[in-house]
C-alpha cells in the first residue's frame, strides 16, 4: 500500500509533458491581460484544433512536448478569454445612465460606510424592472452593481433581499499610463455598472439561491460578531482577522499598515488559511495518536487528517466571505494538503505549479489581482529557500532568513507595481507574524467558538481580543511613526540586492553571508547627499492627466520639470496627486519638481499639494492665490504669479494673472507654453471667466502673440463652463485643438453644449479627459503630435461597444 502511494501513477515522459502542459495553460491566462484586443473565437479555434490533433499522430518526445507546449498556451488563453467576453456581454444601455431605474436582488457582500455619509455595498440582481433593451448582439443586463448609499452611512438596510430605485453609469475611471485604475478593479471584481441609491425596500419575492442563501448567512454571522464583540476596542480589527469583513477599518488603520507593509494581516489568504490548516492538522494528529493502535491505518489516518484541514479551512474561508485571496488560498491549501498529507511523492514544486493553474482555472481573471503576483511570488521565495540548505536551521534562524528573503523578492515585485518597499516592514513584519501567528489567531477562533456555543464567554475573550491585538496595534503605529529613512533605489539596484539575498541563501560559505548581509545594510543604511538627477527627454512633451473633474498638466523637456496644477482631492477618500501624480512621476524618473504652478486655491486644481511637496522636491512653487497655497506647503518658496517670461528648455513659458481678482477663479495664473522653433503653443488659463478672458486676449494682441504660425492647443477654462470660452475667447484664440479636463457623467455637466458648440464652429479638434484618458503631446519634426491614452488601453477598457469607444463629447 505504502509502495502505490509514493510512486508517481505517470511515466516520466507523460509527468514532463504534464507539467509543460500546466505551465504553458497559467502563461496563456496571464498572456490575455497584456493584449490590447479581445482574441475573436475563430482565432484561437482553429489552430487548436489543429494542434489537438497533431498529438493522435506519432512524433518524438521533442515535437510532443513543443504541442502539448503550444496546446496548454492556446487552452488558457481561450479559456480566459472565454470568461472576459462573457463577463463584458454584461452591458447598460447608454441611454439607461443617470435615469432613475428599478431594480430587484440580493445583498452581495456587507455594507460598509463609506465617503461622503454613504452605505456602500455590492448588489446581486435577478430582476430589471424598467430597464431599456440592449440592442447589442448576444449583451445582457449587469448582474453585480457597486452602489453608493449617500447620506445613510449610519444606517441599516432593511433587510438582504431588496428593491431599489437607482441611478447607473457603465463603468468608468480615469485612465492614466501608471497608478490606480478604477475600471481595472471594476472589470476584475466583475462590477458591470455603478450608481446611486435613491430608494429602498423590501422584496420578498426575489428568489434566494444558494449563493443568496449563503450572502444572508454571512451577514448574519456580521451582526453575530458585531453584538458578540462590537464594544471591543479592536473591533476593526477582530472583524477583519474573524469574518473578513474591512468595513470598520479607518483611513487612520490603513496608513499604519500601508507604512509597515502590513496590509497583508488583515487580508485572510494564505497566512490565516495556513494557520487553520496547520492548527486542525495538529489536532487531528493528536486525536489520531490517542485513538488505540491499529484501529486506523496509516493511509486511513492520513485520509482523515486531510479531510479535517479541508473542511477546517473551508468553514473559515466561509466565515470569511470566501472572497478572491481567501479562496487563492484556499486552493494552495487543498493543494499542497493533498500532495504532502497523502505523502504524493512529487518534486517541490510540483504543489505551487497546480495551484497556479488551478487557481487560473477557477479565476481566470486573478492576474488582474496585485495579490495574485504577492501571493504566489512570496510562496517562490518560501519553497527556494526551505528547499535549499536549511532543514537543519533552528527556528528563529528560519524566521530571520524567511523574512528578509521575501522582503527582498518581493520588493521587485511591488516595484513592478509602481510601489516601495518600506524598510520598517522588514521589522514590522519579524515581530507580527510570529505574533499573528501563535498568538493572536489562535485566541481569535478559540474565542470565536466558545463564545458561540457559551455567549457569555465574550465577556471573557472581548477583553482578552483587545490585549493581543492592543499590543499589536501600539507597536505598529509606534513603527509608523517612527522616522524610517525612505530606501531610493533604482531598478538595478533592487536587483541586485534581490539576487545578493538569493545568494546569501544559497551559498554555503558563511563568510561570503557575512559579508553580503553587511553589503546589504551598509547600502540600506547609506543615504545620498543628493537626489539622482531626472530622466532626461529630448523632446518636449506635455501630458495632460486624466484627473475627472480637476487638472493637473506635466511639463518637461531635457531634464526640467514643470507642473501645473494638482488635480483634485477630498481628504480620507480620494487624491490625484496620490492616484495618479506621484506614481507617474515615479515611473518616469522625475525625482524633482522645478516649478509648481498652483492656478489658484480650488480644491480640484491644487488637492494634495501638502503631499506632493512632502514626497517630491520642489524647487518653487508659483501660485495665482499664494495666501491659500502657503499654509498648505510651509517651507517651500511661494511667489505670486506676475506677467513674467522665462526659457524652459528649448520652451518659452509666460505667466500672467488678471488684474483686480486676488482670490477666487479669476485669480487663476494663466500660462503660455511655447516652442520658437516650431511655433506650437499651449494656453493653460485655469478657471478664468469671460471677463477676465477679454483682459488677456488683449494682453496677447498687445504682444502680438494672438497670432500664431504653428498649432495652438487651449485647456478649455473651467472645464468648459459656460461661464466660460466665451465667442470671444474661442474666436481670438482660434485654436486647433481644445482639450476639456472633466469628470465622466458630472453633476456639474461639463463641458457645457454652447461651450462645445463654440469651439467645433471654430474648427478646433475637441478631446475630452473623461474619454480620451491622458493626453500625451510631443514634438517631432517641428509638428504637434497627439496621443490619446485610450488608444492604448487593454481590451476591458477601451474595447469596441464600452464606455470610452462610445463617450461623445456634448
Known amino acids: 500500500m505504502s509502495g502505490s502511494l509514493n510512486s508517481s501513477p505517470y511515466p516520466p515522459g507523460r509527468r514532463g509533458a504534464s507539467v509543460l502542459g500546466v505551465i504553458a495553460f497559467s502563461g496563456g491566462v496571464i498572456l490575455l491581460y497584456w493584449l490590447s484586443i479581445l482574441p475573436p473565437p475563430q482565432w484561437l479555434l482553429a489552430p487548436g484544433l489543429l494542434l489537438f490533433l497533431t498529438l493522435f499522430r506519432p512524433a518524438s518526445v521533442v515535437i510532443r512536448r513543443l504541442t502539448v507546449l503550444a496546446l496548454g498556451f492556446l487552452v488558457g488563453l481561450s479559456w480566459a478569454a472565454w470568461h472576459a467576453r462573457s463577463q463584458l456581454s454584461e452591458v447598460l444601455p447608454p441611454e439607461a445612465e443617470g435615469k432613475r431605474l428599478s431594480v430587484s436582488g440580493y445583498l452581495c457582500d456587507i455594507p460598509s460606510p463609506g465617503s461622503f455619509d454613504s452605505l456602500r455595498f455590492s448588489f446581486c440582481v435577478t430582476r430589471w424592472h424598467n430597464l431599456p433593451p440592449v440592442n447589442v448582439p448576444g449583451a445582457r443586463p449587469p448582474d453585480l452593481l457597486r452602489l453608493a448609499w449617500y447620506g445613510h452611512a449610519a444606517e441599516r438596510l432593511p433587510g438582504g433581499r431588496l428593491r431599489l430605485e437607482v441611478k447607473l453609469k457603465r463603468p468608468h475611471g480615469n485612465l492614466n499610463p501608471v497608478g490606480f485604475r478604477y475600471e481595472n478593479w471594476l472589470f476584475r471584481k466583475g462590477y458591470r455598472a455603478t450608481g446611486s441609491v435613491r430608494s429602498v425596500q423590501l422584496d420578498p419575492t426575489v428568489p434566494c439561491s444558494l449563493h443568496c442563501r449563503y450572502r444572508s448567512a454571512h451577514l448574519a454571522l456580521s451582526d453575530w460578531v458585531q453584538n458578540r464583540f462590537g464594544g471591543t476596542e479592536h473591533f476593526a480589527l477582530v472583524s477583519s482577522l474573524l469574518i473578513g469583513h474591512r468595513g470598520y477599518m479607518t483611513q487612520k488603520h490603513w496608513d499604519v499598515l500601508k507604512a509597515t507593509g502590513t496590509i497583508h494581516l488583515v487580508a485572510i489568504s494564505g497566512l490565516h488559511l495556513g494557520l487553520v490548516a496547520l492548527g486542525a492538522g495538529f489536532l487531528c494528529r493528536r486525536l489520531l495518536l490517542a485513538w488505540p493502535a491499529g484501529r486506523v491505518s496509516e493511509l486511513n489516518g492520513r485520509r482523515i487528517a486531510f479531510v479535517s484541514v479541508l473542511v477546517c479551512c473551508l468553514a473559515y474561508a466561509l466565515a470569511a466571505g470566501f472572497t478572491v485571496p481567501t479562496r487563492r488560498a484556499l486552493v494552495m491549501v487543498i493543494v499542497g494538503g493533498w500532495l504532502f498529507l497523502l505523502a ?19 479565476d481566470p481573471f486573478a492576474p488582474l489581482d496585485q495579490g495574485f503576483w504577492l501571493s504566489f511570488a512570496a510562496v517562490a521565495v518560501l519553497i527556494a529557500v526551505f528547499s535549499a540548505r536549511l532543514a537543519g536551521a533552528g527556528w528563529l534562524a528560519s524566521l530571520l532568513v524567511a523574512q528578509i528573503s521575501v522582503f527582498a523578492g518581493l520588493w521587485p515585485v511591488l516595484e513592478t507595481f509602481g510601489q516601495g518597499q518600506p524598510l520598517a516592514g522588514l521589522l514590522a513584519n519579524l515581530i507580527s507574524i510570529p505574533w499573528v501567528s501563535l498568538v493572536v489567531m489562535p485566541l481569535l477562533v478559540t474565542g470565536g467558538l466558545m463564545t458561540a456555543a457559551i455567549p457569555e464567554a465574550a465577556n471573557l475573550f472581548g477583553p482578552a481580543f483587545d490585549t493581543v491585538l492592543g499590543l499589536l496595534w501600539h507597536f505598529l503605529d509606534w513603527l509608523a511613526r517612527w522616522q524610517v529613512p525612505e530606501i531610493a533605489a533604482s531598478t538595478e539596484e533592487i ?15 558563511n563568510g561570503f553571508r557575512l559579508v553580503a548581509v553587511v553589503s546589504a545594510l551598509v547600502w540600506l543604511g547609506s543615504s545620498p547627499s543628493s537626489l539622482p538627477q ?19 498638466v506635466l511639463v518637461r523637456h531635457g531634464r526640467e520639470v514643470l507642473v501645473y496644477d494638482t488635480g483634485p482631492a477630498v481628504p480620507g477618500v ?25 492656478s489658484h486655491g480650488d480644491s480640484d486644481h ?3 499639494v501638502s503631499e506632493l511637496a512632502e514626497q517630491v522636491e520642489i524647487g518653487r512653487v508659483v501660485a495665482g492665490e499664494t495666501g491659500a497655497i502657503r499654509n498648505q506647503i510651509p517651507g517651500v518658496p511661494i511667489v505670486p504669479c506676475e506677467r513674467a517670461t522665462e526659457t524652459f528648455g528649448a520652451l518659452t513659458i509666460d505667466y500672467w494673472q488678471g488684474e483686480g481678482a486676488s482670490e477666487g477663479n479669476d485669480a487663476s495664473c494663466v500660462i ?42 487651449v485647456i478649455a477654462p473651467h472645464h468648459g463652463s459656460k461661464t466660460s470660452s466665451s465667442e470671444a475667447w474661442v474666436q481670438g484664440l482660434d485654436p486647433d485643438w481644445v482639450i476639456y479636463t472633466a469628470g465622466y457623467r458630472h453633476r456639474y455637466g461639463h463641458p457645457h453644449q454652447m461651450v462645445t458648440a463654440r469651439y467645433r ?16 503631446m510631443t514634438i517631432a519634426d517641428n509638428r504637434l ?5 485610450r488608444r492604448e488601453a487593454p481590451f476591458w477598457i477601451g474595447g469596441p461597444g464600452l464606455t470610452r469607444d462610445q463617450c461623445k463629447i456634448p
Not at 504524493?344 to 477557477?362: G, T
Request: glycine share 8%; hydrophobic share 45%; net charge neutral.
Open 672 to 713: 503660455r507654453i511655447h516652442h520658437p522653433e516650431s511655433g506650437i503653443e499651449w494656453i493653460l488659463p485655469g478657471d478664468i471667466t469671460e471677463s477676465v478672458e477679454s483682459q488677456y486676449l488683449a494682453f496677447l494682441s498687445v504682444g502680438g502673440k494672438l497670432r500664431h504660425s504653428g498649432s495652438r492647443v
Open 606 to 608: 491644487a488637492g494634495g
Open 534 to 552: 531626472n530622466a532626461r527627454v529630448d523632446q518636449p512633451e506635455i501630458r495632460v492627466w486624466d484627473v475627472g473633474q480637476g487638472l493637473s
Open 344 to 362: 504524493r511523492q512529487s518534486p517541490v514544486w510540483q504543489p505551487f505549479l497546480v495551484s497556479l493553474a488551478v487557481v487560473l482555472l477557477l
Open 761 to 776: 464652429r471654430s474648427g478646433a479638434i475637441p478631446l475630452n479627459t473623461a474619454c480620451s484618458g491622458s493626453v500625451l
Open 574 to 598: 480620494f487624491s490625484a496627486v496620490e492616484s495618479t501624480l506621484l506614481p507617474t512621476l515615479k515611473a518616469e524618473g522625475i525625482h524633482r519638481i522645478d516649478t509648481l504652478v498652483i
Open 495 to 509: 536587483a541586485a540586492v534581490s539576487m545578493l539575498t538569493v545568494f546569501m541563501v544559497f551559498a554555503p560559505f
Open 785 to 789: 503630435v497627439l496621443k490619446e491614452m
